[in-house]
């Protein structure tokens, strides 16, 4: 059974390696986003009282561990809109007839997809590295198990949303409705403990938010989240994302399992 789950986490991952056009823009996208925004306010934000703000980090090592969290959010939610290309190019009419159970090509699916986004915020990481000396090295292992359990979640969530869908332009639409808000409640901006109270409130709603702070804690050892909500300890926010992801996960199954072709 689990030749099924390989051959599509396979040619996911191929797909990906093939599109070189892809893979240089993902490169050229993370060194302009970190050159512009990241170097651009770690300039504007230097000085001991920002540090203060930060808990003694500087902007890029308070955005860099961040970073990496929402890149693979992105990358693996617009994972999702295979579903629709595979949809319109007839390639998921031969995976719905296949004898093999629909959940399995999910999970496959799923799986190379998340692969795919995890080396998307690896690369990012790893110019994170190379631009400052505070970001801890021993928390990459752990750092990369966050990436991949988020990927897996956030993948699920973009495939359940496509397979009720036809357009790729109504799913890009959707994208960018979920994304950014989601995005910006992460506290991978700003401080989430400097917010207003209801924002708080509705960034704990996001599974986006503990993924941040897990990574941002395991790669520069300060935790915002725990600062405002001290009975959120990482053992806490982590058992929430694994539980978020395996969640997101049954249900891509379901919405797969009724996916029809017309």
């Known amino acids: 059974m689990l030749e099924y789950v390989y051959i599509m986490a396979y040619r996911q991952i191929k797909r990906f390696w093939r599109a070189r056009s892809r893979i240089a823009g993902t490169i050229v996208n993370n060194i302009l986003w970190l050159l512009f925004f990241g170097l651009g306010w770690a300039y504007t934000l230097r000085g001991q009282q920002f540090q203060m703000l930060f808990k003694g980090l500087d902007y890029l090592s308070f955005l860099l561990p961040a970073t990496f969290a929402t890149s693979i959010f992105q990358a693996s939610f617009m994972g999702g809109i295979s579903v629709i290309w595979d949809k319109q190019f007839g390639f998921l009419k031969e995976v719905l007839v296949a004898p093999a159970p629909r959940y399995l090509t999910i999970l ?127 053992e806490t926010e982590i058992l929430l994302l694994i539980a978020t992801s395996l969640m997101l996960m049954v249900i891509a199954m379901k919405m797969f399992e009724r996916t029809t072709i017309e």
Do not use: H, K
């Open 108 to 234: 496959g699916r799923a799986l190379g997809d998340s692969i795919v986004s995890l080396t998307n915020g690896l690369i990012m990481l790893a110019m994170g590295f190379a631009l400052t000396s505070r970001l801890n090295p021993m928390g990459l292992p752990i750092a990369l198990a966050i990436g991949f359990v988020m990927a897996i979640g956030f993948t699920s969530m973009g495939i359940a949303i496509a397979s009720s869908m036809r357009s790729p332009e109504g799913f890009q639409l959707i994208v960018g409705t979920v994304t950014m808000p989601m995005t910006l409640l992460s506290g991978s901006m700003f401080p989430l403990n400097m917010t207003p109270t209801w924002m708080q409130i509705l960034a704990l709603i996001s599974p986006l938010t503990y993924a941040v702070d897990l990574c941002r804690y395991y790669l520069s050892g300060v935790s915002f989240l725990n600062m405002v909500y001290p009975w959120l300890g990482q």
